[in-house]
C-alpha cells in the first residue's frame, strides 16, 4: 500500500574524527511525512546531504525508486527524482515568482543527458517546462502571486518559492531542511498546509525545529543525536519515549 521510494542504510559521515552522522537508517514512503528532530549539532542537515548526493558517504547505501544512487553527483540523484530545498535561499530576487520557478523547470532539460532527438524538440522541452512550472506554481499555492518580483514578495511566500522551484523537476522524493524557519504563526500555518497537501503525491523528510509543526504533520519521526538514531516511530510513541524526553524533548 505505502510506496517505499527512498531508504538509507547505515549512513556513516565522518569529518576528520567526528561522526557527523553515524549508522543511521532511514525509509521513506509515499504518502507520509518522516519529520527528523534532535538538538543543533545533532546530524540532521549532513544526513539530509548525504541523501542528496551534496556530500559523499564515508559509508552505508542509499536506494532511490529502487535503484542505487550511493555516490552518484547531485544532478544525477536529482534527475533520478529527488528534490530538496536547501536552508540558504537560491531564489534570484529581481526575477518573478514564475521567472523563477521556470528556471529551476527548465534546469532538469539542462542537466539531461545529451540525446540527439532533443534536437528536433526545442519547443516541445520549452511547453513541457512550462507545464511543469504552472503546475508547481498552483501546487506551491503561489499562482496568484507568480508575476510578483521575488524581492518584493513575503519571507513565507519566499519558502513557498523554494518550494515550488524543487517541485519544478517533478521529484517523487522531498527533502525540506527547516522549511518553517523563521516564520510567524499565520506563515507556518500556510505552510503546514502545503506540506500537508504535498504528501499525497510525494514521500517527504521534514527536518524542522518547530515542534507544533512536526507533531501536527509527521507520520514517522525519527530523533537523532550525536549523528546516531535514539528513536524512531509514530508521534505518538515518541512523545511518550523517555529517553527522547530526557535527551531532547525535556530540555
Ligand atoms: P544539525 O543540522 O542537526 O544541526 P549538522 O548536520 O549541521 O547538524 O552538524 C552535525 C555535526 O557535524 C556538527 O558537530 C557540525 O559541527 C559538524 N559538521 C557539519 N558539517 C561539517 C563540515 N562540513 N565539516 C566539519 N564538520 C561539520
Ligand atoms: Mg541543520
Not at 521510494?5 to 576528520?16: D, T
Not at 559523499?56 to 544512487?69: A, F, K, M, V
Not at 504533520?217 to 508521534?235: E, K
Amino acid at each position: 500500500m505505502s510506496e517505499l521510494l527512498l531508504s538509507a542504510q547505515n549512513l556513516v559521515k565522518r569529518f576528520g574524527g567526528l561522526a557527523a552522522v553515524n549508522g543511521v537508517s532511514v525509509d521513506l514512503h509515499r504518502g507520509r511525512i518522516h519529520a527528523v528532530i534532535g538538538p543543533n549539532g545533532a546530524g540532521k542537515s549532513t544526513l539530509t546531504n548525504l541523501l542528496s548526493g551534496d556530500l559523499p558517504t564515508t559509508s552505508g547505501q542509499i536506494r532511490l525508486n529502487g535503484q542505487d544512487i550511493t555516490g552518484l553527483s547531485p544532478e544525477r540523484i536529482s534527475r533520478q527524482g529527488l528534490g530538496r530545498s536547501y536552508q540558504k535561499t537560491n531564489i534570484f530576487l529581481p526575477f518573478t515568482v514564475r521567472e523563477n520557478v521556470r528556471l529551476a523547470a527548465q534546469s532538469r532539460e539542462r542537466h539531461a543527458p545529451f540525446n540527439p532527438l532533443h534536437w528536433f524538440s526545442a519547443a516541445t522541452h520549452m511547453a513541457e517546462a512550462n507545464r511543469r512550472c504552472e503546475r508547481a506554481l498552483e501546487l506551491a499555492g503561489l499562482t496568484a502571486r507568480a508575476g510578483s518580483v521575488a524581492a518584493a514578495t513575503s519571507h513565507g511566500e519566499q519558502r513557498q518559492l523554494e518550494i515550488a522551484m524543487t517541485l519544478a523537476t517533478e521529484p517523487t522524493v522531498l527533502l525540506l531542511d527547516e522549511p518553517l524557519a523563521g516564520m510567524g504563526a499565520a506563515e507556518a500555518e500556510t505552510m503546514v498546509a502545503l506540506l500537508h497537501r504535498l504528501k499525497a503525491e510525494h514521500a517527504i523528510m521534514l527536518v524542522e525545529h518547530d515542534m507544533d509543526a512536526v507533531f501536527a504533520l509527521a507520520d514517522v519521526l525519527t530523533v537523532m543525536v550525536n549523528g546516531q538514531v535514539i528513536a524512531s516511530g509514530t508521534p505518538e510513541q515518541i512523545r511518550n519515549d523517555e529517553g527522547v524526553q530526557a535527551a531532547y524533548l525535556g530540555e
